[in-house]
Structures are given as structure tokens and as C-alpha cells.
């Protein structure tokens, strides 16, 4: 790179960092209008519509209820992933959508649930939604015009496939109409008859008025048929104080990055430094732009990126670190620096990036919402570290900085490989330990009856107590005021509020509560606020993540796995280090759970997103360490035992293993000490998370291979490099 060119660079990224940080400053700290202030916020942070809907006509079984449930889930999730749906007392279903704040409209598009038919010309009904599996929008090419069209692609169940082979079969050439809640919504004609249970509605005029016909054919498919109780527009649940210090966390855990940066690194530290503000704003805008929803584990979430995102850039330097100790000129450190930790990052990145596509395609809920916000941060980082990162540095390099100290010189001397694998009987002993505690805990406060693990209302349910007060209490007043109040009553710690919008009410979601237990609350709310006792209502509610969503949860993690494990495999070409990764991986998930099981910490939504984060988290640190050994593997000297091999792999990424942990550690704890009481729940176990990933990348992973490697063979096997060995 030229002077010139060196120069234009740094101005061009100067100005990048002016308009991304100017762009974040308008959507979260000015009345402008800017694109982050169009971020999609979640109903914690910004309140949304609660609708309940009441069963008509029938008092419904608890299967029945559970499969309207779910489907209404998949309904709602085209508003926002963060979208909750759950039941309430026997034969109610309330569904709260953040970021929206016209009901009417709501309601209008979701209409009245589980009234669709399919009618032959004779008026005569032939199928109803429940006889609809699934329906979807498509494109696919006319056989006539050989032009594409938008279509509805329509799956029935067996027992409707039977059905509408016989009405087809008796009306070819005629009108089978569809009709939803009274109205005629289509009217497609029979061209041949439909044996195979699977149909195709054509003739849509644009992709929108199909999706619109196959989502109306979807919600027509539920069991029940709903009608709206009531529709209230809900305020935030937390205040803007919990965002506001989320935000001055996030801003101190950075600054702290950076001088740690700069310090460590020098020259690239500043400009790795650079390059994280710069993935930032792109996190920033990009949420903006592919309008995923932000909830406060969101936030969370998105500032431990940040310090993961270091992650890369510490692979790079302390790669050029070894590069100058050995001698090698700058320039080529540098070249040669990111050449050799591109594997580890884009493995590590892709292996990540793997698992959230799948638990975005078949998670739902919070777990489809963490995925896309994980995806993005991945994608964003591996750009701002292979290029933004390298642009900045090389630019600082051509505009004449060129004098090694700057780069992190560090003197060349006698390496100290660490025994790691010497101490791996002591390292297997106490991982196990901690396992066993997990599941010791969980035993003995399951016979206590205090239950596994202290599950909180999105698992297990509660009662929700919808108070009207004789004033409009703040978000913070009633944090301050109203919420020790039911603590002290009720004994739960994890209490949820809700504001309605225009009214004095407030909807106090608990764990469930006994008649007396409710009786007490009214009383003591009627002593201290001079609450009407009469204007109080209480309801049991569901939990909102329902089984099937659990159910959901498990199958992505487990394809997920499965996914990672077959990548791992094929690009170091050795199914023990696929199996060592995810037995690691387990193993941190598991570490986390023992804490969760002790510490008692409550088990929510910021639960599935913590597991996952670490899952991530975990696999990445692992890569790390098995793609140094992969490069060591072929240059080992004459003589040398497999064990010397690793271990010097684990020494040599010792310094990134640490640097890492620290970097996002401080993020995190910064969060953990600054943050309202959800975002501390969220931040605890993942500060565990992290200790335990670096504790079981740097003495657990390495040691499994060397373990499968050497002692289910009974020899060392010979080594190899691409597929030949090395002379």
C-alpha cells in the first residue's frame, strides 16, 4: 500500500466511525430522528399489545389448548420473534407482541382464529383448518407462460389428504371456495384431482397477497376457535434506566477493551480498537436493517459480542508478535500474521455461524430472536477483523510507521512449554466433580421440594394480579414501590410488572399463588396504596415457553451439534477432534448448569440465551487451540513425543486463551455490576461461562484428543499432512 493510499485510508475510516457513532447517538440519544432509533424493541424495553382470547364454545382440554398455543406462537413470530403466547386460567390465551402499538390492527389481521373452510360448489364444507398441515408462500414457474408466479403450497393432514382426494375427484373444473371467518378469501379452481395431499393455489398477484392468504389459511388451522376477551396496549417493563445503564456499561467495557488493547498490542491494538467501533455501529444499523427485535438480554448479548469480537484480533497480533520475535520483517509479519489465524477464525466463526442458522430455522421464539442477533455479530466480526482490521493496520504501516516496537516486539528467547497434559488426570478429575455437583444439587433440591432448578414464570407458569391503582405509577416508582411490597408478601423474588397504557393499572405477573396467598396480597396492596380490593382480578397463567418450544429448543441444539461436530470433522479431517470439541462443549453447558442448580440463580428466557451464548462461546475457543495443533502436528521433530506436540499448542495460544477470556470477562462484569436485576441474572452464569471455557479449552479439549488419540489405539498413530506423511 502506497502513502497516498495509507492516508486516504485512515481518513475514510475516521469518517466511517464519525457516521456510524453519529447514526447510534441519534436512535439512542437524541429526539432525531435516525436509522437506530428504528431499532424493533422488545416489550421489555418498549412495551407493545396484550390481546386475551377466550375458547368459544367449549370448555377445551389441555391438548387442545397446548397445540392452539403453539401454532398462535408461530403466528405471531411474523411481528416479532419476541413474541409471547401463553394460557391463562382454563380456556383464555394471552398473546403479548412487543414493538407494536396499534391493537386494532393487530387483531384485524389475526381475526378470529380456528374458522376456515374449504366449501364445494353445493356449499357443502370438504376440509377444515384442521385438516391443513401446513401452508406456505412460493415461487415457482408456470408450465404454461414458463414465467415465474407467487403461489400458496398447501400440506394436508392423512385424514384430510382422504378428504380432498374425494372432493377434487368429484369436482374437476369447478370452484372449491375458502372461506375465513364468514368471508370468501379464494376461490380456486380444480384442474385435476389432488391425491398426494398436496395442493398449490395459484393465481396470486404478488408474493405479499400470498404469504397474507397462507398465513389466514394457517391460523384457520388451529383447533379452537378464539374470540377476543380484551385488548390493551402495555407499557415498558423495565424503565429506561435499565437501558440507559446497559449503555454506559457497554461504553466503559469498551473503553477498558481499548486501553487493554493498546497496552497489550500497541500500534494494532489501536488499530484493532478502531475496528470494534466500527463493528459496533454495523451491529447497530444492521439490526435496523434486517428488523430484528431488541430485548434486553438482546442488548446483553449484542455488548458480549463486542468483547468476543476481540477475539479475532488477538488471534491476528499474536500471531505478528511471532512473527517479528522470529526475526521476520514487519511487513511480512504482518502478511503472515493474518494469513495463519484466518483458519482458526473463519473455523471457529463458521463452526458458530453454523449453529445459529440451524436454531434459527428450527428454534422459535427467544431462541429464532438470539440466533439472528448471533449470526449477524458473527458475520460483522469476521469482516471487521480480515478486512476493516487490515486496512487500518496496513495503512498505519504505509504512512510510515514502521519500526517493529511499534508492533509488539517481543524478544526472542528460549520457549517454556507448559505440561498441560501432565495434570490432565487432575483436570479430568475435578471437571467431573463439578458435574456431579450439578446433579447432586439439583437431586437434593428436587427432594426438598423446592423443585431442580429455580424456574421463573417463562417455565413454570404463575398468577398474573391486575391491580388498578388511584395514580399513574412510573416504571420506576413501581420498581421501587409497589414490587418490594409483593416480594415481601408473596416470598418470590422474580417478580414481573406491566403497565397498561391510558389507565392505572398495573399487571403483576408471580409465581403461582394459593387463595390465601392471594387474599394476603390484596390486603396488604389495599393497606399500603389504598387499593380498591374489589378492582383486583387474579388469574393462573402458562409458562410462556411451552413444551413444544422446548421441544424445539433441544432439536436445534441437538441438529446444531450434530452439524458442528460433521464441520469439524471435515476440515481437520479427524472425528476425534470433532468428538473432543463437543464433549467440551457439553461440559461447560453442564459447569453452568451446576451453577445455576447452587446458586439458585432464576431460570427464565435470559436462561436459553445464556446456554447458547456459552455453546457458542465454547466451540470458538476450542477451534483455536485444535487448529494450532493441526499446524504443529506436521513440522513435529524427529523423536518427539505427541505430548510435547500439544502441549506446545496449548502454550502458544496461551496468551490468546487469557486475553480473551479477560476482554469479554470485564464486558460482562462491567454489565453484571452496573445492570438492573434481569441483566444481572443473565450476566452471572456467563461470567461462569467464560471462566469455564478458557478452563476447558486450554486443560480439558487438548488433553481429550491426546486421550482418544493415543489410548483407544494403543500406539501413536503416524503423523500426517494432507493426507501424506512429513519428511
Same mark, same amino acid.
Given at each position: ?134 401452508? @406456505? ?64 393455489? @395459484? ?37 429506561? @434506566? ?161 519500526? @517493529? ?323
Amino acid at each position: 500500500m502506497k502513502k497516498s493510499k495509507g492516508i486516504i485510508s485512515l481518513i475514510l475510516t475516521v469518517a466511517l466511525i464519525t457516521l456510524l457513532g453519529f447514526t447510534c447517538w441519534q436512535g439512542f440519544g437524541s429526539s432525531h430522528a435516525g436509522s437506530a432509533q428504528n431499532i424493533k424493541l422488545g416489550l421489555d424495553l418498549a412495551g407493545g399489545v396484550s390481546i386475551t382470547y377466550q375458547v368459544k364454545g367449549k370448555n377445551p382440554t389441555s391438548e387442545e389448548m397446548n397445540d392452539t398455543i403453539y401454532k398462535l406462537q408461530k403466528r405471531v413470530e411474523q411481528y416479532s420473534t419476541e413474541a409471547t403466547v401463553y394460557q391463562e386460567g382454563d380456556d383464555r390465551i394471552n398473546i403479548e407482541i412487543p414493538g407494536v402499538s396499534d391493537a386494532n390492527k393487530v387483531l384485524e389481521e389475526l381475526g378470529k382464529p380456528g374458522s376456515l373452510e374449504f366449501r364445494d360448489p353445493n356449499g357443502e364444507t370438504v376440509l377444515t383448518g384442521t385438516d391443513i398441515a401446513s401452508a @406456505e408462500a412460493r415461487s415457482q414457474q408456470n408450465q404454461t407462460t414458463k414465467n415465474n408466479e407467487f403461489v400458496v403450497a398447501l400440506e394436508l393432514t392423512k385424514e384430510g389428504a382422504e378428504k380432498f382426494a374425494k372432493a377434487t375427484e368429484e369436482n374437476v373444473g369447478k370452484i372449491i371456495s375458502i372461506i375465513y371467518d364468514g368471508d370468501e378469501i379464494s376461490m380456486p379452481r380444480v384442474n385435476t384431482a389432488i391425491t398426494d395431499g398436496q395442493a398449490v393455489i @395459484e393465481g396470486m398477484e404478488s408474493y405479499e397477497a400470498a404469504e397474507t392468504l397462507a398465513s389466514t389459511i394457517r391460523i384457520g388451522g388451529l383447533k379452537l376457535e378464539l374470540e377476543e376477551l380484551r385488548s390493551n396496549v402495555v407499557g415498558a417493563q423495565l424503565g429506561e @434506566e435499565a437501558i440507559s445503564t446497559s449503555l454506559k456499561a457497554g461504553a466503559i467495557g469498551l473503553a477498558i477493551i481499548f486501553v487493554f488493547m493498546c497496552i497489550a498490542y500497541l500500534l494494532p491494538g489501536l488499530a484493532s480498537s478502531l475496528a470494534l467501533l466500527i463493528y459496533t455501529g454495523l451491529v447497530v444499523v444492521l439490526l435496523n436493517a434486517f428488523e430484528i427485535t431488541l430485548t434486553l438480554p438482546g442488548i446483553a448479548g449484542i455488548i458480549l459480542g463486542i468483547g468476543m469480537a476481540v477475539d479475532a484480533n488477538v488471534i491476528i497480533f499474536a500471531r505478528v508478535r511471532e512473527e517479528i520475535a522470529a526475526g521476520i520483517s514487519v511487513r511480512s509479519a504482518l502478511r503472515n500474521g493474518f494469513k495463519k489465524a484466518t483458519s482458526a477464525i473463519v473455523d471457529g466463526n463458521v463452526t458458530t455461524l453454523i449453529a445459529a442458522i440451524v436454531l434459527g430455522l428450527k428454534g422459535s421464539g427467544s431462541v429464532k430472536g438470539f440466533a439472528q442477533t448471533l449470526a449477524l455479530g458473527i458475520v460483522v466480526s469476521m469482516f471487521t477483523a480480515l478486512l476493516i482490521t487490515r486496512i487500518i493496520i496496513f495503512a498505519f504501516y504505509a504512512i510510515g510507521i514502521r519500526n @517493529e516496537k511499534f508492533y509488539g516486539r517481543k524478544k526472542k528467547k528460549e520457549e517454556k512449554t507448559i505440561n498441560f497434559l501432565g495434570k490432565k488426570t487432575v483436570f479430568f478429575a475435578l471437571s467431573i466433580v463439578m458435574v456431579v455437583a450439578g446433579f447432586a444439587a439439583m437431586g437434593v433440591q428436587s427432594q426438598s421440594g423446592n423443585g431442580a432448578l429455580n424456574y421463573s414464570l417463562e417455565f413454570k407458569g404463575g398468577t398474573a394480579t391486575n391491580v388498578t391503582f388511584d395514580k399513574d405509577y412510573t416504571i420506576n416508582e413501581i420498581d421501587s414501590e409497589i414490587v418490594p411490597v409483593v416480594e415481601e408478601v408473596t416470598g418470590d423474588k422474580n417478580v414481573q410488572t406491566q403497565k397498561v397504557t391510558g389507565t392505572n393499572q398495573v399487571v403483576i405477573k408471580t409465581q403461582t399463588l394459593a387463595l390465601a396467598e392471594r387474599e394476603a396480597l390484596n390486603s396488604a396492596l389495599a393497606e399500603k396504596f389504598g387499593v380498591d380490593k374489589s378492582l383486583i382480578t387474579a388469574e393462573n397463567i402458562s409458562s410462556t415457553v411451552s413444551a413444544e418450544m422446548r421441544s424445539d429448543a433441544i432439536v436445534a441444539v441437538l441438529i446444531a451439534t450434530i452439524c458442528m461436530l460433521l464441520y469439524i470433522w471435515f476440515r481437520f479431517k479427524d472425528i476425534r477432534f470433532a468428538t473432543s470439541a463437543v464433549i467440551a462443549l457439553l461440559h461447560d453447558v453442564l459447569v453452568v448448569l451446576t451453577f445455576y442448580a447452587v446458586a439458585r440463580v432464576s431460570v427464565g428466557n435470559t436462561f436459553i440465551a445464556c446456554m447458547l451464548t456459552i455453546v457458542g462461546y465454547s466451540i470458538n475457543a476450542t477451534i483455536v487451540i485444535f487448529d494450532r495443533i493441526r499446524e504443529e502436528l506436521p513440522v513435529k521433530k524427529k523423536g518427539e513425543e505427541l505430548a510435547e506436540v500439544v502441549n506446545r499448542s496449548i502454550t502458544r495460544t496461551l496468551t490468546r486463551s487469557i486475553y480473551t477470556s479477560v476482554t469479554t470477562f470485564v464486558m460482562v462484569f462491567v454489565l453484571f455490576i452496573m445492570g438492573v436485576s434481569s441483566i444481572k441474572e443473565f450476566a452471572s452464569p456467563l461470567m461462569v461461562g467464560i471462566i469455564c471455557g478458557a478452563y476447558s479449552s486450554v486443560c480439558i479439549t487438548g488433553a481429550l484428543w491426546f486421550v482418544m488419540r493415543t489410548k483407544f489405539t494403543g500406539k501413536e498413530e503416524p503423523v500426517k499432512a494432507g493426507g501424506k506423511k512429513k519428511k
